[in-house]
């Protein structure tokens, strides 16, 4: 007969405290699995979030699809992490964790209206587009990938995790 204490009996679903120093690599590989570059892991699905909703499991080659090419194009290179920022303080201990991601692409524009001139018409062609994305950890697996352009705005620029990205 096995005996345990209490500690070792409910230690069993508690979640480890999450730790900074992994998230770059956990965020690299969510990336690669966004864009097909790696499987889907089935032990602890990604859930991704784009700005239509959640993508469910009969969306995901469509939303892959989005996320690596636009107007019928292939990008142009692969999707990158530029730079990676925390959100909120981090206290040593906790499980949770936030974090604000930068990925750059290279996708594929029509023919449209310049932006500030409707008579200028901006040719057709690849061009670099960044997008903010919030990685949610529960220890050290990210539980969802949220898009969201307006994350840039909760960015403390000094507190960038430093090994993460090319920016």
């Not at 909120?88 to 499980?95: C, I, Q, R």
């Not at 352009?149 to 090319?166: I, N, P, S, V």
């Amino acid at each position: 007969m096995l005996l345990t204490t209490g500690a070792n009996a409910t230690s069993w679903g508690r979640t480890p405290p999450h730790e900074p120093s992994l998230a770059c690599g956990a965020i690299e590989a969510a990336v690669a699995e966004m864009t097909g570059k790696k499987p889907q892991s089935d032990v602890l699905p990604l859930f991704y979030t784009d700005e239509f909703g959640f993508v469910e499991y009969k969306e995901r080659s469509a939303f892959i699809r989005s996320m690596t090419s636009a107007e019928g194009k292939p990008d142009e290179s692969p999707i990158i992490v530029t730079m990676v920022w925390p959100v909120g303080k981090h206290k040593a201990g906790d499980a949770k964790a936030l974090y604000i991601v930068g990925l750059q692409r290279h996708r594929w524009y029509p023919e449209r209206e310049g932006s500030l001139d409707p008579m200028q018409i901006e040719p057709a062609g690849y061009q670099v587009e960044t997008d903010y994305w919030l990685a949610a950890f529960s220890g050290n697996q990210i539980v969802e990938l949220r898009e969201g352009r307006y994350y840039f705005d909760l960015l403390d620029y000094d507190k960038r995790l430093e090994g993460c990205g090319r920016g």
